[in-house]
C-alpha cells in the first residue's frame, strides 16, 4: 500500500545457532531478530504473519499464524516492535521473506512486506 498513513517497515538480523544445530543430521538451527517499525501517521495493530521459507534445495515451507511470538502488538506511529524467533533447516543456507497483516486504529487493513532474507552457516557462501 502506498498510502503514508499506513507505512509499516521491517528490518532483520540473524544467527547461526551452532549450538542447537546437528550438521550430521541436516539440523541447521537459526535465530532472527524482527524490527517492525510504524513509519506511518496511524496506529497499527501486528494481527498475523505468513512466512516463506525456502531452504538450499529449494524446498518451501508457508507458515500462518496469529500474531509473533504469542503477541499481536500494537505499535503507535513512529514507533517500533522488536522480537526474536527462530527456524530450523535442512540445509546450511535458505531464505525467509513474508508479509504482516496489520490493522491500523481507523480500520483498514494492510500487509507490511517482509523483504527476502538469508540464513547461512558462517563460511556457506563464498
Given at each position: 500500500?502506498?498510502?503514508?498513513?499506513?507505512?509499516?517497515?521491517?528490518?532483520?538480523?540473524?544467527?547461526?545457532?551452532?549450538?542447537?544445530?546437528?550438521?550430521?543430521?541436516?539440523?541447521?538451527?537459526?535465530?532472527?531478530?524482527?524490527?517492525?517499525?510504524?513509519?506511518?501517521?496511524?496506529?497499527?495493530?501486528?494481527?498475523?504473519?505468513?512466512?516463506?521459507?525456502?531452504?538450499?534445495?529449494?524446498?518451501?515451507?508457508?507458515?500462518?499464524?496469529?500474531?509473533?511470538?504469542?503477541?499481536?502488538?500494537?505499535?503507535?506511529?513512529?514507533?517500533?516492535?522488536?522480537?526474536?524467533?527462530?527456524?530450523?533447516?535442512?540445509?546450511?543456507?535458505?531464505?525467509?521473506?513474508?508479509?504482516?497483516?496489520m490493522l491500523a486504529e481507523d480500520g483498514t487493513r494492510f500487509d507490511a512486506i517482509i523483504k527476502p532474507f538469508r540464513l547461512a552457516v558462517p563460511g556457506a557462501?563464498?
Amino acid at each position: 500500500m502506498s498510502d503514508p498513513r499506513y507505512q509499516v517497515d521491517v528490518s532483520v538480523t540473524t544467527r547461526f545457532l551452532a549450538e542447537q544445530s546437528q550438521p550430521e543430521q541436516d539440523r541447521f538451527a537459526f535465530a532472527y531478530t524482527i524490527t517492525v517499525r510504524n513509519n506511518g501517521s496511524l496506529s497499527a495493530r501486528l494481527l498475523s504473519r505468513h512466512w516463506v521459507i525456502t531452504d538450499g534445495d529449494g524446498h518451501v515451507e508457508h507458515v500462518r499464524g496469529e500474531g509473533v511470538v504469542g503477541q499481536q502488538p500494537l505499535i503507535e506511529a513512529g514507533r517500533s516492535h522488536n522480537y526474536s524467533s527462530g527456524t530450523v533447516m535442512s540445509t546450511r543456507v535458505g531464505t525467509m521473506q513474508g508479509t504482516y497483516q496489520m490493522l491500523a486504529e481507523d480500520g483498514t487493513r494492510f500487509d507490511a512486506i517482509i523483504k527476502p532474507f538469508r540464513l547461512a552457516v558462517p563460511g556457506a557462501l563464498h
